[in-house]
């Protein structure tokens, strides 16, 4: 089904966590638009589409038998009328917990779905739980 098909931003939003589940970069690609930026947890910090698709090979190449299942709690539709942020907005409440159960984690995002493709992210989790859950130790700096 081409991205720019009638889907409505929700059915958008499922095959991009379709795509992220599977590793599916072409289809990841073919989602987002030439103009795509994802706004990760760190403040002030954002991904160009390059860039997104970038930190997205080195992922796959890394491991690329890893796979995620996205839990859904609870989903948020909402339009947008005018402005810098105009569009379907589709916020999501979940989680997400890799296919060999070795990580797990809570997701908030909302995507914002213009022209029939997915153009904005913001996603927030927590970064630290993640990161422990991988094997990383916090050390307080020394006094």
Known sequence: MSPDSDDGPE????????????????????????DFVQHPPVVDS????RSFLEEWRLRIAENPDSALEYERVHRLTEE????????S????W??????????????????RVH????DEVHAYFDRLDVMT?????LTPPSA
């Open 133 to 137: 859950q991988a094997g990383f130790t």
């Open 11 to 34: 059915s958008i939003v499922d095959r991009y966590f379709e795509a992220v589940a599977h590793n599916d970069l072409d289809a990841i690609e073919s989602i987002i638009t030439e």
């Open 89 to 92: 907005w589709v916020h999501e």
């Open 80 to 87: 947008v009328d005018s402005g810098p942020r105009a569009g």
């Open 46 to 49: 954002r991904q160009d589409r």
């Open 94 to 111: 979940g989680k997400y917990v890799r296919s060999d159960g070795e990580l797990s984690f809570k997701l908030s995002a909302s995507f």
């Open 115 to 118: 022209g029939g493709r997915l």
